[in-house]
C-alpha cells in the first residue's frame, strides 16, 4: 500500500537553528514526492517537490532530496526564522495520481 | 486572480441540521478533493470527482455528500447522519499530473 511517516512534532527551535523534519513513504511504483506548509487557520500551499529519484526540491531556503534506497524524503533548513513558525506535512502522489499526507509536523520558531 | 476559494471560512451547525460547505476554482482543473483535518492529525479524503458529473468515495465518505454538476464547482454537503463533524475541511484542485492547489479551508463547529 501506499504512506507517509513523518516524524512527531511539536519541534521548537531558536532563530537560526538548523532543522530536519523526517519524512519516510511506502510506495507502489515511483511516486511524486512534496513536502506542503500550513500556517494557522489557512490551507495547505505546497513547499518543495520531486518527481524522480535524486531530485531535490528547494523553496525559500528549504531542501529536501528525494532518496530512494531509503524511501525517505527529510525536510531541511540551514537557518530557521520565526515566519518559519508552521505545520509541515510531507505527502506522496502515486501513479495512479491519489495523494496520501503524513500526519504533519508542527514548527514553532523562537526569537 | 486564479484560485480555490471555499466559504464560508466558519460555519455553525445545529444539530440535525444539513450543511454545505462551497468550493469553487477558477484554475480549469479537472480533479478536485474533499479533505478533513482535526486537530493534530493529518488530512483524511472524504470524496474526490475526477471529471464533471462523476464523484468517488475516499476514506471517510459517511455522512458526506457532493456534487459535481459544474468544473469549476465541487459542494460538499455535512448531512445529519456525521456525528462528529467538528473540523477543519479543506477542498483541492488538481490538473493533469501536477501537484494539488488548496484551498483556505471551513471550519465547522457544532452549536
Known amino acids: 500500500g501506499n504512506s507517509v511517516t513523518q516524524m512527531e512534532g511539536p519541534v521548537t527551535l531558536s532563530e537560526e537553528a538548523f532543522l530536519t523534519i523526517n519524512c519516510t513513504y511506502t510506495a507502489t511504483g515511483y511516486p511524486s514526492l512534496f513536502w506542503y506548509v500550513q500556517y494557522p487557520g489557512e490551507g495547505l500551499q505546497l513547499l518543495l517537490k520531486?518527481?524522480?529519484?535524486?531530485d531535490k526540491g528547494s523553496n525559500k531556503g528549504f531542501e529536501a532530496t528525494y532518496r530512494k534506497e531509503t524511501t525517505s524524503f527529510h525536510l531541511e533548513k540551514g537557518s530557521v526564522q520565526v515566519s518559519d513558525s508552521a505545520v509541515y506535512f510531507c505527502?506522496?502522489?502515486?501513479?495512479?495520481?491519489?495523494?496520501?499526507f503524513g500526519t504533519g509536523t508542527s514548527l514553532t520558531v523562537i526569537p | 486572480d486564479g484560485g480555490i476559494t471555499q466559504s464560508p471560512k466558519y460555519l455553525f451547525r445545529k444539530e440535525g441540521q444539513n450543511v454545505t460547505l462551497s468550493c469553487e476554482q477558477n484554475l480549469n482543473h479537472d480533479a478536485m478533493y474533499w479533505y478533513r483535518q482535526d486537530p493534530g492529525q493529518g488530512l483524511r479524503l472524504i470524496y474526490y470527482s475526477q471529471i464533471v458529473n462523476d464523484f468517488q468515495k475516499g476514506d471517510i465518505a459517511e455522512g458526506y455528500s457532493v456534487s459535481r454538476e459544474k468544473k469549476e464547482s465541487f459542494p460538499l454537503t455535512v448531512t445529519s447522519a456525521q456525528k462528529n463533524p467538528t473540523a477543519f475541511y479543506l477542498c483541492a484542485s488538481r490538473m493533469g499530473s501536477e501537484t494539488q492547489y488548496f484551498g483556505p479551508g471551513t471550519r465547522l463547529l457544532v452549536l
Open positions: 505527502a506522496l502522489r502515486n501513479t495512479g495520481n491519489q495523494f496520501y
Open positions: 520531486a518527481t524522480k529519484a535524486d
